[in-house]
C-alpha cells in the first residue's frame, strides 16, 4: 500500500519495476490523481494492477484516469469500488474504457450506477473482448438496466459477473434468461440481495437446463425464493450435472420440516451434483 509523496512519484515515473499493484492509503486529491496517471500512459510502466477502492475520487479525478486507461497497455485490473461516481463520473469514465480493450477485471460495486449509468458502461465494455470479471454490486440497476446487461452477456465473453444487492427482480431475471442461454464463457453468477422470488428462480432453471457444463457457481441466497422455487432448482441443478456450487440460503423457500432441506444440508448436496 502507497502513500502519495514525492519518492513514490519518482519511483512512478522511472517504471520501478517492483511497483505493479497500486494500493493507496489515503484518499485522492485531483492533481494526485493527474500525477498518478501520466506515468501509467507509458508503454514502459509495470503497474498490472490499479485499486482505488475507497479513496473519494472526483469526476475530475475520473477524467485523469480515462485519460490513461486509452494509452495504458499493462493494466489488467481496476477497483473503483466504494467511490461515488454517479452518472456524471460513470460518463467520464466510459470515456476512457472505449478505448481499452486490456482491461480483465473491473469492479465498479457501491459506485450509485443507476440504470442511465449502466445504458453508457455497457456501451464500452461490449468493445474489450478481454474483460472477463465485472463487479457491480450495491448499485441501482433495476430490470431497466437489465436489458442492457443481457446485451454485454451476448457480446462479451464475461467469466464472472456479480450483482449482489440490486433491485432486479423476477422481472429483471427474465429479462438476463435469454441472454444467460446465448453467452457461453459465464461461469460464475453472483444474484444474491435482488428481490428475486420463485419466477426468477424458474428462469434460473431454465438457464441451467439449457447450458450443462458451463457454469460452476450460481447465488441467488437472501432472495425471496420460495419453495417452490428452490425445488425447481434443485432440480435444475441435478439435470445440469456439473455445476459445483448453488447457493439458496435465506431463502423463505429454505425451512427446518420435512418437506425441505435445511440451508446447510442442501449447500452440501449441491456440492456432491446431488
Known amino acids: 500500500m502507497y502513500y502519495f509523496s514525492?519518492?513514490?512519484?519518482?519511483?512512478?515515473?522511472?517504471?520501478?519495476?517492483a511497483i505493479k499493484v497500486?494500493?493507496?492509503?489515503?484518499?485522492?486529491?485531483?492533481?494526485?490523481?493527474?500525477?498518478?496517471?501520466?506515468p501509467l500512459k507509458s508503454q514502459d510502466t509495470h503497474v498490472t494492477s490499479l485499486i482505488l477502492k475507497g479513496r473519494q475520487i472526483t469526476t475530475r479525478g475520473i477524467k485523469h484516469l480515462a485519460a490513461m486507461l486509452k494509452e495504458n497497455k499493462t493494466i489488467t485490473t481496476l477497483d473503483l469500488s466504494?467511490?461515488?461516481?454517479?452518472?456524471?463520473?460513470?460518463?467520464?469514465?466510459?470515456?476512457?474504457?472505449?478505448?481499452?480493450?486490456?482491461?480483465?477485471?473491473?469492479?465498479?460495486?457501491?459506485?450509485?450506477?443507476?440504470?442511465?449509468?449502466?445504458?453508457?458502461l455497457v456501451e464500452a465494455l461490449k468493445k474489450n473482448p478481454n474483460l472477463q470479471k465485472l463487479n457491480l454490486s450495491f448499485n441501482r440497476i433495476s430490470a431497466l438496466g437489465a436489458n442492457d446487461l443481457a446485451r454485454l452477456l451476448i457480446e462479451s465473453k464475461l467469466r464472472q459477473l456479480i450483482i449482489t444487492n440490486n433491485q432486479l427482480g423476477d422481472e429483471g431475471v427474465a429479462i438476463l434468461e435469454e441472454a444467460l442461454k446465448e453467452n457461453k464463457f459465464?461461469?460464475?453468477?453472483?444474484?444474491?440481495?435482488?428481490?428475486?422470488?420463485?419466477?426468477g428462480a424458474c428462469a434460473l432453471a431454465r438457464v441451467l437446463v439449457e447450458i450443462r457444463g458451463i457454469w460452476s457457481v450460481?447465488?441467488?441466497?437472501?432472495n425471496l425464493i420460495g419453495p417452490e422455487g428452490v425445488d425447481i432448482l434443485r432440480a435444475a441443478a441435478r439435470w445440469n450435472g456439473k455445476i459445483k456450487s448453488v447457493c439458496l440460503l435465506y431463502n423463505p423457500g429454505l425451512v427446518v420440516n420435512n418437506d425441505s432441506v435445511a440451508p446447510v444440508e442442501f449447500q452440501r448436496n449441491v456440492r456432491r451434483r446431488i
Open 6 to 17: 514525492l519518492e513514490f512519484l519518482r519511483k512512478l515515473e522511472a517504471h520501478d519495476p
Open 82 to 120: 466504494d467511490n461515488d461516481l454517479d452518472t456524471e463520473g460513470i460518463e467520464a469514465l466510459v470515456e476512457g474504457l472505449k478505448e481499452n480493450t486490456t482491461l480483465q477485471t473491473l469492479d465498479l460495486s457501491a459506485t450509485k450506477i443507476n440504470n442511465t449509468g449502466i445504458l453508457v
Open 186 to 199: 459465464l461461469t460464475i453468477l453472483n444474484l444474491r440481495l435482488n428481490q428475486i422470488g420463485n419466477l
Open 218 to 222: 450460481l447465488r441467488v441466497d437472501y
Open 22 to 38: 497500486l494500493k493507496f492509503s489515503h484518499e485522492l486529491t485531483d492533481l494526485e490523481m493527474e500525477f498518478i496517471a501520466i
